[in-house]
């Protein structure tokens, strides 16, 4: 432990020379203007800069590549507050209470809750990736197939918290997801399904233009029937919390804090998850969950920090045994590569300053970005004043070019086109998108690591030997059990009222 | 009551329609998921899980048909808009087609500004429609083409 | 005059772009170059493909991009940049499993859907475990085990008929065995996985698993190789050491879709041939347990076809499970 700070007190001094403060605010920069932009993430991001760093230092190219990781994920939230769109799977959450939180005029608190508990999740998880580093990581190793699959199962099983009133077009809304993340090369054999004969189809849609299309385009279509009263928010256009948010809002942060950074360990989840626990966890504690959804501050806190607190999570098994944990920290493996360096436990050894370097540039970015933000919250907010009229019509030409972006074809514009029309139908009639796209981003992994599981085990055994899975899929069956029941409780009140 | 409610699709009940348009989808996943092996000779095939989860979508298509025709009834006039609204609506989506079919042989500028000047016109002088039209395709360019170098299509004369 | 002039200017500046537009070749490339990895990123694959675009990069002055697109056994990844624009622009990392995916039913892809432009490295394979695994000290007890628990030992690859898949086979015909195979995406899922307990053994490349070893975690058993690796795994014994007559490994390529120019093909194949000489990238290669070993583009396309013999022979009698 006293090893580790100094360590990380030598990591400070290398982090803080000028050189290396102007290279993260670059990567900052970067990566909060991708997660602003739809279809390009922070992975492709990291990807195109990687030639830039060459000429850098290696410690300073790292801490640049770093920088637009966890600044894409500030950047995300924007887009999700303002104009109801996610860039990435990480914020549709946020749209549930931020976009709600914006149309009475409140965007300024949502964006600054969201600053802040990305802040702490970030700062929170550097210290548990500085002092818990190398301890915590056989945990991640615990999860396995079998784990994962039932990790996944209880993320699956929060979606029905998101159903909205009625559940049966909840489950038309997830049935959706799963249908379409059927599509393309399955994940063990590599047969081709639902392909229909069409190239594009054979890697499966990207979620990132389903996204755009169910969310983004559907929100435009919604806004372009009226124009002059589309998308108005009330005028308030306060940025302070409520005295009676204050506490669920903080609590929620810390919550999120946690959940991220151990999500962030376990090979094979993606940022989506822990910021769907979050939301559910937040919802079921909270004294009033019948308001998530219409615009509470700690809707999107909670998610906000958690996966902003992941990336600190998901960089322990990458310095301590080399596993990329998602696609982004796999790409800055690659980068570790270019400058000579194998990630793993012997760069602890052969180059400390870079990797006590990075740790620590971490702070000084999380620092930077807030700094950044709050300000920034409120004039991002006033985007929301924009007239619709303009501000529509320039969203949906910067989404068409994102789903562009994905493929590199304007069949991505197509495929979101075509779900922005079903979305539009779907909203029109009620139905939930979020569980649908969460349940895409889900159903993937989980058809693999099912089929992984049932084959190392030669059936289903697994699911049941291992502790860990038998908890969660557990709870799975208790989060849904009491779900279900607060939905019926919901809609047997809502109905005495509302009805006859 | 206006006289638009004369117009008999409107009484159409959406949900029912949608319900059944969705039922069918999944019992065309179902019958195409036999093409695909329950079990193959790498044990669990790739038919397991569209089986099980075109089932599922099947029972919830049926079930949210059956609600929507004894329950929560959206008519077509009710749920969806009419008149100047629709056109609207249905401006957007064929402009984003246009979009599509032109974009390869005009390349981005010429397709992105003619999208956005259709969308424009119907709440700004011409004027000003194009000229917005003009300023915003060139910045998403300059963005995604110069910054990003993504491979956005250009007509011969390179925009 | 003036008039004319004037037409005559703008007519220069519509017509100056179509002048260039003439020789793609000498123009190429236009804009970046993406390389498409078939496998997830940290695999051998992976790292051989972004080494080799500094090297790309620096020989072309452009832009080189690698973009992993996995699944399918290498099918995803491949059947994409098959069906990418033939210009030159995107470049595919071909590894061995190419010449498998039709044999096996797993694609429709064949190495004639590419024009070769030059082969990089030999890519062997190791038995790994866990470290702490004491039921296997060694090769011998690696085989007893197997032996006398059929079908139990569960040893991961990184996708049903990938090359790792294939080498687990042989091993399985050779010492009479039988393995529970269990398919990953690409090679890093299933070390991982190793790491943890959730299964036996890997047979990948030992360059995937060094990470593992350093950190203690893991220990190579064998390597599939004819001789002994000099560098980072010097001393760990071949199987045929072992009187274990297997002797596999995979090989990594670069391609293009098969129509583009011939005059792109060719600046590639010199830009490859001068990236692949470069003692970073000999170093980097053997360093993570692999063989530089480059072909030209004629070489390569010859050993190719080869390959594809080879292993249709070899398939054709092999029960894979």
Known sequence: MVEAFSSLYEGILIAITPENILYCFIGCMVGMLVGVLPGIGPSEATALLIPLSYGLDSVTAIIMLCGIYYGGMYGGTITSVLINTPGEAASVITCLDGYPLAMQGRAGVALKVAAVGSFVGGISSTFGLALLGPAVADFALSFGPSELFALLVFGMSTVIGLMGKSLIRGLIAVCIGLSLALVGMDPISGTIRYGFGIRELVSGLDVVTLSMGLFGLSEILVGMENLSVAGKATAINSSKLLPEEVRPTVMSIIRGSFLGFFMGLIPGTSSAVPALISYSMEKNLSKHPEKFGTGVPEGVAGPETANNSYVGGAMIPLFTLGIPCSPTIAILMGAFMMHGMTPGPTLFITNPDVIWGTIASMFVGNIILLILNLPLAGMWAKLADVPSKLLYPVVLIVAMMGAYTVDNSVFGIVVMLISGVIGYVLKKLDIPLAPT?????????????LLQSLKINSGIGGLFKSTTALVLLIASVVVITFSLIAELKNKKSALLTHDE | MTNQNNNPIRKWNAGAIVGVLFTSC???????????PYRNRFGVGPGLFPRWVSLLAIVAGVVYTLVSIFKDKFTVGDTFPHGKELLNVLTTILAILVFVLIVKQTGFLVASVLLLFVLFIRSYPVWKALLYAIIVSAIVFAIFKIGFSVPIPVNRWGF | MKRVFSIFLVLSLFLAPLAFAEDAAAKFPEREIRIIVPYDAGGASDMTSRIIATGLEAALKGTVLVENRSGGSGSVGMTYARESAADGHTICYIPVELVMQKILGI????????AFIGRLTEVPAALTVKSDDDRFNSVDDFIKYAQANPGKVTVGNSGTGSIWHIAATRLEEETQTQFNHIPYDGAAPAVTSLMGGHIDAVTVNPGEVLAGVEAGKLKVLALMTEERDTVSFADIPTLKESGID????????????????????????AALEQAASTEEFKKFIAERGMIV??????SATEFIDEQAVFFNDMLSNMDLD
């Open chain 1, 437 to 449: 796209i969460l349940v895409f981003v889900l159903a993937d992994m989980m058809e693999q690591n």
């Open chain 2, 26 to 36: 999944s019992v065309y996943y179902f019958v195409k998921s036999f093409e695909y």
């Open chain 3, 107 to 114: 694609s429709d892809l064949v190495p004639e859907d590419f």
């Open chain 3, 246 to 269: 297997v002797v596999i490994g995979g090989w990594g390529a670069m391609g293009v879709p098969k129509d583009t120019p011939q005059a792109v093909v060719d600046k590639l194949s």
């Open chain 3, 293 to 298: 070993h480059y072909m030209d583009a004629a």
